[in-house]
DNA sequence: TGATGAAATATCGCACGCGATATAAAATTG
DNA sequence: CAATTTTATATCGCGTGCGATATTTCATCA
């Protein structure tokens, strides 16, 4: 058996990289009613939850660089979502805030996570399996960045 | 405590996210020897287990759709680690082949699994863990597929 | 057998995601 | 306080990833 190691059914990392982008397109078709990407959504989650914040929070909590982030925030601020005013106590620093509009936005929101739990069909795995799996994930995440 | 169900912590999609792109930025320091992206990569571990395979093998093992392998298999054939020769019983179909140098780069690629445990340092998670990780992931994947 | 539908792959446009690099402002340091 | 370093954000280029659509060939069926 050479080359085990090399197979895709026994990688772990392989199972994590297709489930990512299967509940990304299983997010779509809702996002798409709020007229958000994942990663947009993801963005609003962070100022719905915290307002007011700099690029740096935003990229930390997110785990994305800054070349990501900037033009996802760009195109948010043309979407009327959120404003990206230069901090006043540091020239270099942004505060990203979210617009009436964006606030607003957090309502329809609140029905998204119910109706992908239904996408998903609970039935596979129970509440206790799923709470171990994102435990797991978080520490394999803590793992990974040191 | 309104909203909580729209608080990153308590998401396990995120997690899902977030350890994805921290695993493809962990595998590229080691996938740049062998000249290959994440998803190139898979690709081979698909050829090296089922040489001679047609797009569409490719896309149902990896999960992605025609309009991701296509362009991927077009830059890897540039590469010179695959030939797409039109099938001589289905006109429609292409059969996609190792060159010797792809079939040769596995020799390389068998060290990679090992290196990339050894980035991920074991010590947060110990193997029966993984493999639990990975058998709940594959039941999700199941799950979403329908 | 000719029309019609299905299957396999490809093209287009757009949004990430990131390594490398740039820019400007703040902090540090000699 | 001037020079240097660090910090915060932005720009560039390229490779995915995917919804929508097109193209070519095969299968089916009236």
Same mark, same amino acid.
């Given at each position: &058996? ?6 895709? *059914? ?33 963005? &609003? &989650? ?15 909590? %997110? ?8 033009? %996802? ?28 509009? *964006? ?7 609140? +029905?998204?996570? &119910? ?17 171990? %799996?994102?435990?797991? +994930? ?9």
């Amino acid at each position: &058996m050479e080359y085990e190691q090399l197979k895709l *059914g026994n990688q772990v990392c392989f199972p994590i990289y297709a489930a990512s982008r299967l509940i990304t397109r299983a997010y779509q078709p809702l996002l798409d009613q709020l007229d958000l990407t994942y990663p947009q959504y993801l963005v &609003m &989650m962070v100022l719905w939850e915290n307002d007011q914040v700099s690029v740096n929070t935003i990229t930390d909590k %997110l785990i994305l660089n800054t070349n990501t982030v900037t033009p %996802l925030l760009k195109r948010m601020e043309v979407l009327g979502l959120i404003t990206r005013k230069r901090s006043e106590t540091d020239e270099r620093s942004r505060t990203i805030s979210l617009t009436e509009k *964006g606030l607003k936005l957090r309502e329809q929101a609140a +029905l998204v996570p &119910m109706q992908l739990a239904e996408k998903l069909d609970v039935g596979e795995l129970n509440i206790d399996e799923i709470i171990d %799996l994102r435990d797991k +994930l978080n520490r394999l995440i803590e793992a990974i960045k040191n």
